[in-house]
């Protein structure tokens, strides 16, 4: 059992007991290692300023072959275990600035600089995937999704944005070649192989390899908070309403990684990120892929896990409606034995969820609907990018017949209208005898009473959540 936490930092081999482990990880750049080119601005993941780019070699999946931008100010230094890890101080190559760093001088895309360490790591993350795909250009609307992560307030973007267009790419060579080795892989092998308890008397991380350990130390202490990948957590944490002292991190499972189709089924595990479902869904359910188009930003969808997204149980949160109009189970595993929950028995109340203690889920899984089906999810939030939904609404209707004049199965659900994200099953059933919008609409009003709030008023909320069910129709029936 290893007691420390183990990654590379800028090339270098470099060990983590519990009182480094224990910070986020730009406050342990700049506080701990003196590499202040890291930003903290907002501490929340929102503004970009913190951005570094972690490579996790050893996970089962095809996002963790690149260097891929994150947020270090939610990302704890336990968190970064079989990493290796790039700052924006080691970009510099024997003097010569990173050709996305050449790009924001000669651009003039920094003013008061401040932002600017997080737009370059921002860009150079956009670089490296452009490198594996042996992409030869960036266009517009690929440098501007790669930037809905970061923040300025000087420049108004546009210099920015041409800084992005003016990437040479045939001047980058992958970071893998500088930061990157065949000894690092040999060794980031190895700590991914071993459990590691990292401890002292205020904070303990536990990173086992097999399910079984991970729900024995949760038997043993039921104070545990399950660690997807802090997200969530950690900014509540930041915001110190919440202090993660005893966690449990599922980072070293194998299992948990896998995300497959099979016989009609997609299977998630707990370890798959947002950008890596999105990656899958684009050839699965492509409507699907389209909605996390606008989640988050690149940076929180490397790292976010979509059965975090579940757990958390936040009523605004942008996938439980998805999931919940997708007929999706959740695998949950415990002290039991394993179980299997529908999502509509899922959340109980709000933040409250049917896991019992000592549980944790394992996968969610769902039926990819068949090819007759209208299925269309929506957001609507203040800003498009990087914004939490006012209110969001998933429907997948499937019709008797082509004239589309009687329904033969649908699901209803939205997000932002009730304490927990919300099936709706009595307008369904109505809609099932009888296919009346006017009927349905009433309906669909009476089985929820949103809440007033900083995001949106319960008026608002309802006139949304009208205005997107009736679109629906709108675009499905011809
Ligand atoms: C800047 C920013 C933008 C965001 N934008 C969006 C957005 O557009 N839409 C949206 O819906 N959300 C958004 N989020 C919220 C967040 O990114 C998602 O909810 C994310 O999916 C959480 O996953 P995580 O792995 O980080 O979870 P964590 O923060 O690690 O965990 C969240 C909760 O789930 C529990 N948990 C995690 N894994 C398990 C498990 N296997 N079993 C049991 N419990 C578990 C944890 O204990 C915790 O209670 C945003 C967050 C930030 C910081
Ligand atoms: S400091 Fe703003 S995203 Fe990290
Ligand atoms: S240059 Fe000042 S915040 Fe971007």
Not at 189 to 216: R, Y
Not at 306 to 317: E, H, K, L, R
Request: proline share 5%; aromatic share 8%; net charge neutral.
């Amino acid at each position: 059992m290893r007691d420390r936490v183990v990654f590379y930092l800028n090339g270098v081999r470099t060990e983590a007991g519990p009182e480094d482990a224990s910070l986020m990880l730009a406050e342990y750049l700049r506080t701990r290692r003196g590499l202040t080119g890291t930003k903290i601005v907002c501490a929340e993941g929102d503004c970009g300023a913190c951005t570094v780019l972690r490579l996790f070699p050893h996970a089962p999946g095809t996002d963790g072959q690149n260097f891929l931008p994150v947020n270090s100010c939610i990302t704890l230094v336990a968190q970064l275990d079989g990493s290796s890890l790039v700052t924006v101080d080691a970009l510099q190559d024997k003097g010569q600035l990173h050709e996305t760093q050449r790009a924001m001088v000669d651009c003039h895309g920094s003013q008061c600089g401040f932002c600017t360490p997080g737009f370059v790591m921002a860009l150079t993350g956009m670089v490296e995937e452009k490198l594996s795909r042996s992409d030869a250009t960036v266009d517009i609307k690929e440098a501007k999704n790669c930037l809905t992560g970061n923040l300025c307030r000087c420049t108004g973007y546009l210099p920015i944005i041409d800084a992005a267009l003016s990437i040479d790419l045939s001047k980058c060579r992958p970071l893998k070649e500088r930061f990157y080795s065949n000894a690092q892989e040999t060794a980031l092998a190895e700590v991914f192989g071993q459990s590691a308890l990292v401890e002292d008397k205020t904070f303990s991380f536990f990173a086992p390899t097999t399910l079984e350990e991970a729900l024995a130390y949760l038997a043993r202490y039921p104070d545990t908070r399950i660690l997807g990948s802090g997200t969530d957590l950690s900014v509540v944490h930041n915001k110190r309403k919440a202090t993660l002292s005893r966690l449990l991190g599922l980072h070293l499972i194998p299992s948990l990684y896998q995300i497959r189709e099979d016989s009609g089924l997609v299977h998630v595990g707990a370890r798959v990120t947002h950008a890596e479902f999105r990656h899958f869904l684009k050839t699965h359910v492509p409507e699907f892929a389209s909605y996390l188009d606008v989640f988050a930003s690149p940076q929180i969808k490397n790292m976010g896990t979509v059965v975090g997204n579940i757990a958390t149980a936040s009523p605004i949160g942008d996938t439980p409606p998805a999931f919940l109009a997708l007929d999706a189970i959740i695998g949950v595993r415990g002290p039991t034995g394993e179980r299997e929950i529908p999502i509509s028995k899922f959340f109980l109340a709000y933040r409250k969820t049917a896991l019992a203690p000592g549980e944790l889920i394992t996968y969610v899984k769902f039926p990819i609907p068949e090819k007759a089906t209208d299925l269309r999810f929506y957001k609507s939030s203040n800003r498009k990018d990087l914004d939490i939904s006012a209110v969001n609404l998933a429907v997948r209707v499937t019709w008797k017949n082509e004239a589309r004049l009687e329904i033969r199965d649908i699901a209803v659900a939205a997000g932002g209208v009730a304490p927990v994200p919300y099936r709706f099953f009595r307008t369904e059933e109505l809609l099932r005898q009888r296919y009346d919008i006017e009927a349905a609409v009433k309906e669909l009003q009476s089985e929820v009473t949103p809440i007033s709030d900083l995001r949106a008023s319960a008026g608002y909320r309802r006139v949304i959540l009208e205005n997107l069910f009736r679109k629906f129709f709108r675009e499905v029936v011809p």
